[in-house]
């Protein structure tokens, strides 16, 4: 015996619904997750080197979240401020030559902090554009972040032939954490008009999440009405 068209539509509707709730509540729960992940993570760092008269949870004897990651963006904040003046500033230069005769410390430290410069700088352009480059093949195209011009000697060796030449990174679905730094030439990059944070969640989706795109169109210039050219009467 088959099942009545009305079982069937109430099955169908029960799946949509389980469906949609599902699309509303698993971001939500996520997002939470994650950020409660992160203050937790903050805190496992901080609240153990934290005097007990400066420890909330010393006198309340509960544990209050995000305390630690509190706390961290005080210190770093504080840190950055005494680093403007003279004193921090020296005090930040006899610490980074101490840094810098070390041989295997020196190295990372530097690599850190020039990749912090550069992406923390306000004025950098770096993963501020996305576009799509001929690869693996001619007639395959792949997303990528530009990552900015290329500069010493790479410019001065891919220059040489007359063309600018852009770095650019390209990483891998699903996961963006990884990939490739290849330098492209500038006519070779068909730019686009999605945020970075667009073309991630391209990549994350694996082309199932595409941001809306509205073509811009020119807009029509108005021209003047035609004189009248009847005779005066």
């Known amino acids: 015996m088959s099942d009545s068209p009305e079982r ?29 992940t992160f203050i937790d993570w903050a ?28 706390i961290a963006v005080m210190f770093i904040t504080i840190i950055g401020f005494l680093g403007k003046n003279l004193i921090g500033r020296s005090i930040v230069n006899f610490g980074e ?3 810098h005769r070390m041989p295997l410390v020196r190295t990372i430290y530097r690599s850190v902090k020039q990749i912090l410069e550069t992406v923390l700088k306000e004025q950098s352009t770096s993963f501020k554009k996305c576009g799509l480059v ?13 990552s900015g011009d290329a500069q010493g000697e790479i410019a001065a060796k891919l220059n040489a032939e007359g063309e600018e030449m852009i770095a650019v990174f390209m990483p891998p679905t699903p996961v963006p954490t990884a990939g490739f730094l290849m330098f ?12 970075p944070e667009e073309g991630a969640k ?29 005779p005066v009467k």
């Open 43 to 70: 805190d496992s760092w901080v609240t153990p080197y934290l005097p007990q008269r400066y420890n909330p949870q010393y006198y309340f004897d509960v544990t209050i979240p995000g305390t630690g990651l509190l």
């Open 184 to 195: 492209v030439p500038k006519s070779k990059i068909i730019m686009l008009d999605m945020t």
């Open 8 to 36: 069937i539509s109430m099955a169908g509707r029960l799946r949509n619904n389980f469906l949609t709730g599902l699309i509303i509540c698993a971001p939500l729960a996520i997002t939470i997750w994650l950020t409660f």
């Open 97 to 99: 030559s101490i840094l």
């Open 202 to 230: 391209l990549l994350i989706s694996g082309g199932l999440i595409a941001p809306e795109y509205k073509p811009k169109v020119d807009p029509v210039p108005v021209l003047p009405a035609p004189a009248d050219l009847s």
């Open 134 to 146: 001929e690869f693996p093949s001619p007639g395959m195209w792949a997303l990528v972040f530009i």
